[in-house]
C-alpha cells in the first residue's frame, strides 16, 4: 500500500523510531498505531527517561517519541541529553497537559514538536514525518561533520542566485491598531514579486498573526521550528518550513497559537538573527509586525534596510507616529530608512472633514508620506474571503490597487535601480546593529 503521505520523507525511506514512555499500555498503543504505515519502524520501546538515552545513543534511531512525566528523569532532562549525545536524533514530546510553558521548556531543551495525548493517529502520522523531513539537513550536517566530509558534497544544489540575493529586509510597521499593517505587508510583498526577483513575506506578529488568514494558507511549519537551531541555521531547513502561496509567493508562518510565541520571545534576537542568516537567498523580505514594542520588534528594526511605517488620518495615529519616529531618532537612524505611508485614507469628502489633513500631519511630523492608500473596505474583504491579494486585481488602475503597486514599485527603484545606493543601504544596515535586552528606554549609543 503506497500512502501519499508515505513517501514525503524519501522515496522508500523507513523513519525508524524510539518510544519512551512509563505507561507500558502508551508504548503498545502508540506502536500499534505506527505499524499500520509502511514507512514508520519501531526500534525500541522504553519506560524510563534514564533508558531512554541510553538506547538512544545505542540505536541512533530518527524519531524519539517521548512523555514528559516519568519518575526517574523527565522527557525534558532526558532530551536534552540526547539532543547533546544524539544531535541527529529529533524529538516528539508528547504530555497530558497542554501547558505553554511545558511546550516553552521542550522547545529550549531541543524538541522538535509536542503533541497532548490522547494524541489522534493522522496527528501522530503527520508529526512524525513532518519533522523527520525538517531534520534531515541537521542530521546530514552532524554526519559530515563526523566523517570530517565536506557538507557542500552532501547538498544538493542551490537554486541560481540563492546566496547572492539582493537581501533587502523590509519591516512593515503601524503604532496603531486597524491600520491595515497586514494588508500592506502582504500585497507589497506580491507588488515586488517579478521575474528573476525573490520574495519571502514574514509573519512576525507572533501572538496574533493574520498573514495565514489573509492567504488562506495552513501549514504545521512555522518559525517556531527554526528557533532552536539558529546559529547552525541551514538553507534546506528552512526552506522546508517555508510554505508557498498559490501565487508563487513565499511564506515564513508565525506560531500557530498565541502561547507558542513564548517559545520565540525567551530569544529576542531569533527572528532577525533567522531572516539575516537567509537574506541572501531573497531580493526582497517583507516583515508583517504586530504593533507592541519589544525587543524581537527592536532587533527586526535594527535589521531593516527599511521600515515601512503606516499611519491613519486621526489625531491618536499621528500622535503614536511621533512617538516612533522619536524612538528611531534615539537610536540614530538616518531619516531615509523609514518611509512613511497613509493607509485608510477616506474618499467621502464629508469624512474628510473630520480627519487631519496630510499637509499638516506632515507638518507635525516633519516627514513626508510618500503613498495615501484610499480606505476600500470591500476590496480587502473581498480578497481575503478569496485567500487572493489585493494587487491580483486585474484592473490596476483603480484604487486602491494602483497605490500598493505604486508602493511596491517606489521600494523597488529605491533598494534595486541604484547599485551605490544599495551599497549605501547596506553599509547602513550594518552600522546600525546594536545588542538587545537593554529596554527601550535604554537602548542609546
Given at each position: 500500500?503506497?500512502r501519499?503521505?508515505?513517501?514525503q520523507?524519501?522515496e522508500?525511506?523507513?523513519?525508524?523510531i524510539?518510544?519512551v514512555?512509563?505507561?507500558?499500555e502508551?508504548?503498545e498503543?502508540?506502536?500499534?498505531l505506527?505499524?499500520?504505515?509502511?514507512?514508520?519502524?519501531?526500534?525500541?520501546?522504553?519506560?524510563?527517561?534514564?533508558?531512554?538515552?541510553?538506547?538512544?545513543?545505542e540505536?541512533?534511531?530518527?524519531?524519539?517519541?517521548?512523555?514528559?512525566?516519568?519518575?526517574?528523569m523527565?522527557?525534558?532532562?532526558?532530551?536534552?541529553?540526547?539532543t547533546?549525545?544524539?544531535?541527529?536524533a529529533?524529538?516528539?514530546?508528547?504530555?497530558?497537559?497542554?501547558?505553554?510553558d511545558?511546550?516553552?521548556?521542550?522547545?529550549?531543551?531541543?524538541?522538535?514538536?509536542f503533541?497532548?495525548?490522547?494524541i489522534?493517529?493522522d496527528?501522530?502520522?503527520?508529526t512524525?514525518?513532518?519533522?523527520?523531513?525538517?531534520?534531515?539537513?541537521?542530521a546530514?550536517?552532524?554526519?559530515?561533520?563526523?566523517s570530517?566530509v565536506?557538507l557542500?558534497?552532501?547538498?544538493?544544489?542551490?537554486?541560481?542566485?540563492?546566496?547572492n540575493?539582493?537581501?533587502?529586509?523590509?519591516?512593515?510597521?503601524s503604532?496603531?491598531?486597524g491600520?491595515g499593517?497586514?494588508?500592506?505587508?502582504?500585497?507589497?510583498?506580491?507588488?515586488?514579486m517579478?521575474?528573476?526577483?525573490r520574495?519571502?513575506?514574514?509573519?512576525?506578529?507572533l501572538?496574533?498573526?493574520?498573514?495565514?488568514?489573509?492567504?488562506n494558507?495552513q501549514s504545521q511549519s512555522?518559525?517556531?521550528?527554526?528557533?532552536?537551531?539558529?546559529?547552525?541555521?541551514?538553507t534546506?531547513?528552512f526552506?522546508?518550513i517555508v510554505?508557498?502561496?498559490?501565487?508563487?509567493?513565499k511564506?515564513?508562518?508565525?506560531?500557530?497559537?498565541?502561547?507558542?510565541?513564548?517559545?520565540?520571545q525567551?530569544?529576542?534576537?531569533?527572528?532577525?538573527?533567522i531572516?539575516e542568516k537567509?537574506?541572501?537567498?531573497?531580493?526582497?523580505i517583507?516583515?508583517d509586525?504586530?504593533?507592541?514594542?519589544?525587543e524581537?520588534?527592536l532587533a527586526?528594526?535594527?535589521?531593516a534596510?527599511?521600515?515601512?511605517?503606516?499611519?491613519?488620518?486621526?489625531?491618536a495615529?499621528?500622535?503614536?507616529?511621533r512617538f516612533?519616529?522619536?524612538?528611531?531618532?534615539?537610536?540614530?537612524?538616518?531619516?531615509d530608512?523609514?518611509?512613511?505611508?497613509?493607509?485608510?485614507?477616506?474618499t467621502?469628502?464629508?469624512r474628510q472633514?473630520?480627519?487631519?489633513s496630510?499637509?499638516?500631519?506632515?507638518?507635525?511630523l516633519?516627514?513626508?508620506?510618500?503613498v495615501?492608500?484610499?480606505e476600500?473596505?470591500?476590496?480587502?474583504?473581498?480578497?481575503m474571503?478569496?485567500g487572493?491579494l489585493?494587487?491580483?486585481q486585474?484592473?490596476?488602475s483603480?484604487?486602491?490597487?494602483?497605490?500598493l503597486i505604486q508602493?511596491?514599485?517606489?521600494?523597488?527603484?529605491?533598494l534595486?535601480?541604484?547599485?551605490?545606493?544599495?551599497?549605501?543601504d547596506e553599509a547602513?544596515k550594518?552600522?546600525?546593529?546594536?545588542?538587545?535586552g537593554?529596554?527601550?528606554?535604554?537602548?542609546k549609543?
Amino acid at each position: 500500500m503506497n500512502r501519499a503521505g508515505a513517501n514525503q520523507s524519501g522515496e522508500g525511506e523507513i523513519i525508524s523510531i524510539l518510544l519512551v514512555d512509563d505507561i507500558p499500555e502508551t508504548r503498545e498503543n502508540i506502536k500499534k498505531l505506527l505499524a499500520f504505515e509502511p514507512d514508520f519502524k519501531v526500534i525500541g520501546s522504553v519506560g524510563t527517561g534514564r533508558e531512554g538515552v541510553a538506547m538512544a545513543k545505542e540505536l541512533r534511531p530518527n524519531i524519539i517519541i517521548m512523555d514528559i512525566n516519568m519518575p526517574d528523569m523527565d522527557g525534558i532532562q532526558a532530551t536534552t541529553l540526547i539532543t547533546e549525545a544524539v544531535p541527529t536524533a529529533a524529538v516528539i514530546m508528547m504530555s497530558v497537559q497542554n501547558d505553554p510553558d511545558y511546550l516553552r521548556r521542550a522547545m529550549l531543551a531541543g524538541a522538535r514538536n509536542f503533541l497532548t495525548k490522547p494524541i489522534l493517529p493522522d496527528e501522530l502520522y503527520n508529526t512524525i514525518r513532518t519533522v523527520h523531513i525538517r531534520n534531515k539537513p541537521i542530521a546530514a550536517q552532524y554526519t559530515a561533520m563526523q566523517s570530517a566530509v565536506p557538507l557542500e558534497t552532501q547538498r544538493k544544489p542551490s537554486a541560481e542566485g540563492v546566496g547572492n540575493r539582493a537581501g533587502h529586509i523590509i519591516v512593515v510597521y503601524s503604532p496603531q491598531g486597524g491600520a491595515g499593517c497586514t494588508t500592506v505587508a502582504t500585497n507589497l510583498a506580491s507588488g515586488l514579486m517579478k521575474e528573476g526577483i525573490r520574495v519571502l513575506l514574514v509573519d512576525a506578529d507572533l501572538q496574533f498573526g493574520d498573514v495565514s488568514v489573509f492567504l488562506n494558507l495552513q501549514s504545521q511549519s512555522t518559525m517556531v521550528d527554526l528557533v532552536g537551531n539558529v546559529e547552525d541555521l541551514d538553507t534546506e531547513l528552512f526552506d522546508n518550513i517555508v510554505v508557498t502561496h498559490d501565487s508563487g509567493l513565499k511564506v515564513l508562518m508565525g506560531p500557530a497559537r498565541p502561547e507558542y510565541a513564548e517559545v520565540i520571545q525567551s530569544n529576542p534576537n531569533a527572528v532577525a538573527q533567522i531572516l539575516e542568516k537567509i537574506a541572501g537567498n531573497y531580493d526582497f523580505i517583507i516583515v508583517d509586525t504586530s504593533r507592541h514594542l519589544d525587543e524581537t520588534l527592536l532587533a527586526l528594526f535594527d535589521a531593516a534596510t527599511k521600515i515601512v511605517l503606516i499611519g491613519m488620518p486621526t489625531l491618536a495615529s499621528v500622535k503614536n507616529l511621533r512617538f516612533v519616529l522619536d524612538l528611531f531618532d534615539q537610536l540614530t537612524y538616518p531619516p531615509d530608512k523609514t518611509m512613511m505611508i497613509l493607509n485608510r485614507v477616506p474618499t467621502d469628502r464629508n469624512r474628510q472633514k473630520l480627519l487631519i489633513s496630510t499637509d499638516r500631519i506632515e507638518k507635525f511630523l516633519k516627514r513626508s508620506i510618500e503613498v495615501e492608500i484610499p480606505e476600500d473596505e470591500i476590496t480587502a474583504l473581498t480578497a481575503m474571503s478569496k485567500g487572493v491579494l489585493i494587487v491580483a486585481q486585474r484592473d490596476r488602475s483603480r484604487s486602491p490597487v494602483k497605490e500598493l503597486i505604486q508602493l511596491a514599485e517606489l521600494l523597488h527603484t529605491r533598494l534595486m535601480g541604484n547599485k551605490d545606493h544599495v551599497e549605501e543601504d547596506e553599509a547602513d544596515k550594518k552600522g546600525q546593529q546594536r545588542k538587545t535586552g537593554f529596554g527601550l528606554l535604554s537602548r542609546k549609543n
